[in-house]
C-alpha cells in the first residue's frame, strides 16, 4: 500500500513564528505537489516538485524535494494569520499517470 | 466559469436514498478525478478517468459507489443505498493529460446522512 505520512497533523503557532510540515513515505515519487486548502473550498495547488533535492520558493513558503523523491518539506518563515489553513501534499507515482497519493494533511492555525 | 464546477454545493439525505454528484470539468482537461474527504483529514481516493481509458476504480469503498463521465465531460458519481459513513465532502477534480498533472479542485459537495 502506498502512503504518504504527513506531519505534524495539528499546529498552533504566534504570527511571526516559523513552522515546517513534513511528508514521509517509502515509495519514489516522480512529482511531488503541495495544496492548501479553506473551509468549504477544494484545495489549490501551491507548488509541484519534480527533481530529487528540489527547493522552491513561493514567497515566505519554500518546498523542498528529498534527494531520493521520497519525501518533502514545507517551511513557512514568520508565519502570518492568512497562511491558515489546511496543507497538503500529494504525490504522483511513476508510469505516467495522473493519480495522486494524498497526505493526511496539517491544519495549520496562526494567531495575531 | 473557467473552474471545476461541482453540484449541489451541499445534499442532505435519508439513510438508503439513492445520490448522484455532478461534477463538471475545465474544458479540454482529459483527466478527471473523484475523492471523499472527512472533516479536516487528507483526500482519499475513489475513481479515476483519464480520456477514453478504462477508469481506474480502485479507490471505490463498496459496490454502492459508481460514476460515469459522457462525452469525455461530464461526471457523475451515484451512491446507492446510502449509510451514516458515507456522510463526507465529496471532491472532484480535472487536470490536463501532460506535464506534471497539476489538479484542479471544484468545491466540492457536501453530503450529509441522517
Known amino acids: 500500500t502506498q502512503l504518504l505520512e504527513q506531519s505534524p497533523q495539528f499546529l498552533s503557532i504566534q504570527e511571526g513564528e516559523n513552522l515546517t510540515v513534513y511528508c514521509n513515505s517509502s515509495?519514489?515519487?516522480?512529482?511531488l505537489q503541495w495544496y492548501r486548502q479553506e473551509p468549504g473550498e477544494g484545495p489549490v495547488l501551491l507548488v509541484t516538485?519534480?527533481?530529487?533535492?528540489e527547493v522552491k520558493k513561493l514567497k515566505r513558503l519554500t518546498f523542498q524535494f528529498g534527494d531520493a523523491r521520497k519525501d518533502s518539506s514545507l517551511h513557512i518563515t514568520a508565519a502570518q494569520p492568512g497562511d491558515t489553513g489546511l496543507y497538503l501534499c500529494?504525490?504522483?507515482?511513476?508510469?505516467?499517470?495522473?493519480?495522486?497519493?494524498f497526505g493526511q494533511g496539517t491544519t495549520l492555525q496562526v494567531k495575531p | 466559469g473557467a473552474g471545476v464546477s461541482q453540484s449541489p454545493s451541499n445534499k442532505v439525505t435519508e439513510k438508503g436514498k439513492d445520490v448522484e454528484l455532478r461534477c463538471d470539468p475545465i474544458s479540454g482537461h482529459t483527466a478527471l478525478y473523484w475523492y471523499r474527504q472527512s472533516l479536516g483529514q487528507g483526500l482519499e481516493f475513489l475513481i479515476y478517468?483519464?480520456?477514453?481509458?478504462?477508469?481506474?476504480k480502485s479507490g471505490l469503498p463498496s459496490d454502492r459507489f459508481s460514476a460515469e463521465r459522457t462525452g469525455g465531460s461530464v461526471s457523475t458519481l451515484t451512491i446507492q443505498r446510502t449509510q451514516q459513513e458515507d456522510s463526507a465532502v465529496y471532491l472532484c477534480?480535472?487536470?490536463?493529460?501532460?506535464?506534471?498533472?497539476?489538479?484542479?479542485f471544484g468545491d466540492g459537495t457536501r453530503l450529509s446522512i441522517l
Open positions: 516538485v519534480v527533481t530529487g533535492g
Open positions: 478517468f483519464q480520456g477514453n481509458s478504462a477508469p481506474d
Open positions: 477534480a480535472s487536470s490536463s493529460d501532460s506535464g506534471v498533472r497539476a489538479q484542479h
Open positions: 500529494a504525490g504522483a507515482l511513476s508510469g505516467n499517470t495522473g493519480k495522486l497519493i
Open positions: 515509495s519514489v515519487f516522480s512529482s
